[in-house]
Nanobody, 113 residues
Framework: QVQLVESGGGSAQPGGSLRLSCAPS????????TAWYRQSPGKERELIAS?????TAGYDGSVKGRIILSRDNTNLYLQMNNLKPEDTAVYSC?????????WGQGTPVTVSY
């Protein structure tokens, strides 16, 4: 069983930046896949960034060029730049481990004037 705790969310103005962190209860190297998802009211949860090896990351087209996914041995990060109002959502950390899927409770992000 894996516990995931996100942090770093909050409020920002359009064009601003935030850095989200995820601290799992196991070493990052134990996971087959790590990723960040987000969900806005009235929308389905969407995958925005993922990495299997911590070196190469894939990004959704809506955020590519504005975010950077990275990780070390103990944390998964999401650097968000040039924020837009449509980025407002609850952002959740995801890992795949031992054939199962895990999400954290999420950290809310609000982008507005």
């Amino acid at each position: 069983q894996v516990q995931l705790v996100e942090s770093g969310g909050g409020s920002a103005q359009p064009g601003g930046s935030l850095r989200l962190s995820c601290a799992p209860s196991l070493s990052m190297s134990r996971f087959a896949l790590t990723a960040w998802y987000r969900q806005s009211p009235g929308k389905e949860r969407e995958l925005i960034a993922s990495t299997a090896d911590g070196t190469t990351a894939g990004y959704d087209g809506s955020v590519k060029g504005r975010i950077i996914l990275s990780r070390d041995n103990t944390n998964l990060y999401l650097q968000m730049n040039n924020l837009k109002p449509e980025d407002t959502a609850v952002y959740s950390c995801y890992v795949a481990y031992d054939g199962k899927h895990y999400w954290g409770q999420g950290t809310p992000v609000t982008v507005s004037y």
